[in-house]
Every structure is written in structure tokens, then in C-alpha cells.
Nanobody
């Protein structure tokens, strides 16, 4: 069974930095894309950043020039370096992967359980 394990959330002051990591477990045939979404209570989950297997990156306008997504294909891991954090970045951040599992050989979407990021003084 595929699992996405997130780490790196926490409390940080405005202007600070955090790095999120997400590793997909074994039983993977191919990862097509990975990324991060975020959600605050009462709002829809929104895209933060994604990266394809070929390295194409996509960012939400609100995080461009502050956040950087990267990926280690060998480790099936995606990272989100978040700099110049603002209070409005406070949310639960969810790891996302579009991948083909060995069990199904079908491309499906997978989600992590989420990690809280709080930006506050």
C-alpha cells in the first residue's frame, strides 16, 4: 500500500523558514508528479507547488519567489523549502503524489495526512 509520510512542519516567526519533506513508501512502479497543497479551516484545499517527473515546476502566485519545490527521484521524496514566511501561509500542508503503484499498475492520486505550519510572532 502506498503511503506518503510528511515531516518538517511547525511554528515559525514571520520572515522565517521551514522545510517540508514527503517520502512515498515502496510498492511504487512510477511517480508522475509530486507536490504540496494547503488548507485552512473553512477554505478549500489549494495548490502550493507541484513538480513532474521531468522536473517541470508549478507554483501558486502567492508563494512564487518565496517557496522552492524540489525532488529526489531515487528516494521518492519531494521537498518544499519555504522562506520569508507570512502569517497567511499558516495552514495544514498536504503532500500529494500522482503515481502508479505496483499493485494496481494504474495512475492514481495519493495524499498524505498533513502537517501543520503556523507562522506567528
Amino acid at each position: 500500500q502506498v503511503q506518503l509520510e510528511e515531516s518538517g512542519g511547525g511554528l515559525v516567526q514571520p520572515g522565517g523558514s521551514l522545510r517540508l519533506s514527503c517520502t512515498a513508501s515502496i510498492s511504487i512502479f512510477r511517480i508522475n508528479a509530486m507536490g504540496w497543497y494547503r488548507q485552512v479551516p473553512g477554505n478549500q484545499r489549494e495548490l502550493v507547488a507541484t513538480i513532474t517527473v521531468g522536473g517541470t515546476k508549478n507554483y501558486a502566485d502567492s508563494v512564487k519567489d518565496r517557496f522552492t519545490i524540489s525532488r529526489d527521484n531515487a528516494k521518492s521524496t519531494v521537498y518544499l523549502q519555504m522562506n520569508s514566511l507570512k502569517p497567511e501561509d499558516t495552514a495544514v500542508y498536504y503532500c500529494y503524489a500522482k503515481l502508479v503503484s505496483r499493485a494496481t499498475l494504474r495512475s492514481d492520486d495519493y495524499w498524505g495526512h498533513g502537517t501543520q505550519v503556523t507562522v506567528s510572532s
